[in-house]
């Protein structure tokens, strides 16, 4: 069974910081892009940020670009998202995602439970 476990949410002030993580199960790590995408009721989802587990590459959305770090352990297989000076606009339910092939800021093969990250101002 393919599990991605998210965790970290929480209610933090604006610049303040906060990190996510992923624990993925149930298929083969390396193989694939893990990531996240989050949700606002009434906006469009949006890929935040994701990482090739092989090759432990990055991607970034540009709203997120110098302000979140993704990284990956394989012996834990989790991923974890590091997101510095927050701000309103990140408020959001985070979902971490996989994805086999494509482009991990667009699409993704699996999605776990969220976790609802909110910026207060």
């Known amino acids: 069974e393919v599990q991605l476990v998210a965790s970290g949410g929480d209610l933090v002030q604006a610049g303040g910081s906060l990190r996510l993580s992923c624990a993925a199960s149930?298929?083969?790590?390396?193989?694939?892009?893990i990531g996240w995408f989050r949700q606002v009721p009434g906006k469009e989802d949006e890929g935040v940020s994701c990482?090739?587990?092989?090759?432990?590459?990055?991607y970034y959305a540009d709203s997120v670009k110098g302000r979140f770090t993704i990284s990956s352990d394989k012996g834990k297989k989790t991923v974890y998202l590091q997101m510095n000076n927050l701000t309103t606009e990140d408020t959001a339910v985070y979902y971490c995602?996989?994805?086999?092939?494509?482009?991990?800021?667009?699409?993704?093969?699996?999605r776990g439970q969220g976790t609802q990250v909110t910026v207060s101002s």
């Open positions: 995602t996989a994805l086999w092939l494509g482009s991990c800021l667009k699409e993704y093969t699996y």
């Open positions: 149930g298929f083969t790590y390396e193989d694939y892009a």
């Open positions: 990482i090739s587990t092989s090759d432990n590459w990055p």
